[in-house]
Nanobody
Framework: QVQLVESGGGLVQPGGSLRLSCAASGFTLDYYGIGWFRQAPGKEREAILCISSSDEISYYADSVKGRFTISRDSAKNTVYLRMNSLKPEDTAVYYC?????????????????WGQGTQVTVSS
């Protein structure tokens, strides 16, 4: 069964850090472009950043540059989103998605598989 499962979300104070995980089953993440998206209440889903199968990283949200990083652990078939210096405006449901083209497009429509999402709330 093909599945993506996000974990690691939660409540964190402004300035804090979280690491989200995106674990795959039923397919190998190494052959896919893996993107992170987020959707805040009342807003459209937006692309944040992505790692291609060749480990090229693309940022789509200027607001996270210098604070968020993406990495891959092939042995665990998992991609991580490290989020530092979190701000209240980072509050959203975070999703990972897999693009079978192996590249990153920044568009939700090109992804073949999606996780169920994990809530991140930044608040004091």
């Amino acid at each position: 069964q093909v599945q993506l499962v996000e974990s690691g979300g939660g409540l964190v104070q402004p300035g804090g850090s979280l690491r989200l995980s995106c674990a795959a089953s039923g397919f190998t993440l190494d052959y896919y472009g893996i993107g992170w998206f987020r959707q805040a209440p009342g807003k459209e889903r937006e692309a944040i950043l992505c790692i291609s199968s060749s480990d090229e990283i693309s940022y789509y949200a200027d607001s996270v540059k210098g604070r968020f990083t993406i990495s891959r652990d092939s042995a665990k078939n998992t991609v991580y989103l490290r989020m530092n210096s979190l701000k209240p405006e980072d509050t959203a449901v975070y999703y990972c998605a897999a693009d079978g083209s192996s590249f990153c497009s920044g568009h939700a429509s090109t992804n073949d598989y999606w996780g169920q999402g994990t809530q991140v709330t930044v608040s004091s």
